[in-house]
């Protein structure tokens, strides 16, 4: 009598992590070795996805009528469309390629390349995020629900600017732990379909808890500072607001996916795997 061998479950057949942290030093010196220009172009892409995902978001909170948490869940969960995208597509996004410190900490390239990337992708984000605001400005998205859409964009850039800076910080820096541990399971996915869900749960919990993430508040804050401009939106989003947010969310998301996240794990699984090869 012939035995079928039932098939491996999905968990059992899962990437370790001792195994996503070694994909990970690779993945992160084939994006420190992309040529500048390239790296460039994708991080534009990058910043466009997470703005579409952003404007997604206001249309479910533009509607008042919903309850907070439900408001801040659907929003929340349609936002996942911008880190989906950077997975499934391919784009380069300055918070989750703060995993990339793992591959100078096991000696693949340098800490000058790191920074180098860092810099190209982050502009390349800053571009991306912008033009669409300007975009979606032009495509008159804030007229959306009888101009709904534009106050809750104003009214979400107007908190974001008044926060104050250490605030903003702290909340960068749980921004990106989530974004990178996100990053981080993704490593072991093996369909589009797994990398939907490795983004999921993380990125709700952040945008439901409110927590800072600089590439979509170079979205968030741009567009809402030309919805005032154009009239099309009342508010007090001022400059100065603006550039005190960006530059805490920035080093706090550096902090949280660097040291929280980047280090931790290389320090778990790549530092014992580096010292089991010298033995």
């Avoid at 919805?227 to 989003?237: K, P, R």
């Amino acid at each position: 009598m012939r035995v079928t061998e039932r098939p491996s479950s999905s968990y059992s057949s899962a990437m370790t992590p001792a195994s996503m942290e070694h994909k990970n030093e690779r993945v992160a010196t084939t994006k420190a070795s992309t040529d500048p220009l390239s790296a460039f172009v994708l991080g534009v892409m990058a910043g466009a996805f997470i703005a579409f995902g952003a404007t997604f978001m206001l249309v479910v909170q533009s509607d008042a009528t919903l309850p907070f948490a439900i408001s801040r869940l659907l929003g929340a969960l349609v936002f996942c469309v911008g880190l989906f995208l950077v997975l499934g597509a391919g784009a380069e996004l300055f918070t989750g390629n703060c995993l990339m410190v793992m591959g100078p900490l096991a000696g693949r390239f340098s800490w000058g390349r790191l920074v180098s990337s860092w810099i190209v992708v982050l502009a390349g984000n800053a571009v991306g995020a912008i033009a669409a605001a300007c975009l979606i400005s032009l495509a008159d998205v804030g007229s959306l629900n009888g101009g709904a859409l534009a106050e809750a964009a104003v009214s979400l850039a107007e908190g974001k600017a008044t926060l104050a800076w250490g605030t903003a910080f702290a909340r960068g820096v749980l921004c990106n732990v989530l974004v990178c541990l996100a990053v981080w399971i993704s490593h072991a996915a093996n369909s589009v379909t797994d990398k939907f869900f490795s983004a999921l749960l993380p990125v709700m919990a952040f945008v439901s808890c409110g927590f800072e993430h600089c590439v979509a508040n170079l979205f968030f804050l741009p567009y809402a500072l030309i919805l005032q401009a154009t009239g099309a939106a009342a508010g007090s989003v001022e400059l100065s607001g603006v550039l005190s947010n960006l530059s805490a969310a920035t080093l706090g998301n550096l902090v949280g996916g660097v040291c929280l996240v980047g280090i931790s794990y290389w320090f778990v699984y790549g530092r014992t795997r580096a010292e089991g090869s010298k033995a």
